[in-house]
Antibody, heavy 123, light 110 residues
Framework: QVQLVESGGGVVQPGGSLRLSCAAS????????MHWVRQAPGKGLEWVAF????????YYADSVKGRFTISRDNSKNTLYLQMNSLRAGDTAVYYC????????????????WGQGTLVTVSS | QSALTQPASVSGSPGQSITISCTGT?????????VSWYQQHPGKAPKLMIY???NRPSGVSIRFSGSKSGNTASLTISGLQAEDEADYYC??????????FGTGTKVTVL
């Protein structure tokens, strides 16, 4: 069965950095695009970033562009999110999610989600 | 990348049908059939309910259906049940190759 397990969340000061990881299993990781989606406490879902199945293209929300970097290691079945210059507004549960279409160059839908990891930006 | 617009709340009695709207623009919903819907219970990860406007993943009840007209997509829940009480989000692909979610709708079963 498909499993996505996020790790790396925690408390960080404003201006600090954090790297999230998402370990994938139960499917051929290298065939699917992957996403990061976040949810601030008591708020709605916000799409953060998407990386193509082969890592060739990456897309970001305007709110994180230039500060966050999505990457993947297909040999380790792992997705990453490097977060720099963190702000209080980045405080959220961060979910990794699998795109449902194999070898797709577009965003179809997120068919599997991890349990999320909480990032708190506070002094 | 403005969020898609959804009503904050929708309610209905058990057995009734309700419809949640999701309004975007010609840069997202109006330009693609990559519209999806998610159900989220408190403290849980979202669950995919509809993809590519009208398609249900395996295991999702046939009581859930999707449609689209112009820049607006809709999710209809028929035969409303207590377990349907949750938050619902729409999502769409955009012309800048990014994703965007809706503002979210809280469904209450009276």
């Amino acid at each position: 069965q498909v499993q996505l397990v996020e790790s790396g969340g925690g408390v960080v000061q404003p201006g600090g950095s954090l790297r999230l990881s998402c370990a994938a299993s139960g499917f051929t990781f290298s065939n699917y695009g992957m996403h990061w989606v976040r949810q601030a406490p008591g708020k709605g879902l916000e799409w953060v970033a998407f990386i193509h199945f082969d890592g060739s293209n990456k897309y970001y929300a305007d709110s994180v562009k230039g500060r966050f970097t999505i990457s993947r290691d297909n040999s380790k079945n792992t997705l990453y999110l490097q977060m720099n210059s963190l702000r209080a507004g980045d405080t959220a549960v961060y979910y990794c999610a699998k795109d449902r279409s194999a070898y797709s160059w577009v965003i179809s839908a997120n068919d599997y989600w991890g349990q999320g990891t909480l990032v708190t930006v506070s002094s | 990348q403005s969020a898609l617009t959804q009503p904050a709340s929708v309610s209905g009695s058990p057995g009734q049908s309700i419809t949640i709207s999701c309004t975007g623009t010609s840069s997202d919903i109006g330009n693609y059939n990559y519209v999806s819907w998610y159900q989220q219970h408190p403290g849980k990860a979202p669950k995919l309910m509809i993809y590519e406007v009208t398609n249900r993943p395996s295991g999702v009840s046939i009581r859930f259906s999707g449609s689209k007209s112009g820049n607006t997509a809709s999710l209809t829940i028929s035969g409303l049940q207590a377990e349907d009480e949750a938050d619902y989000y729409c999502s769409s692909y955009t012309t800048t190759s990014t994703g965007v979610f809706g503002t979210g709708t809280k469904v209450t079963v009276l």
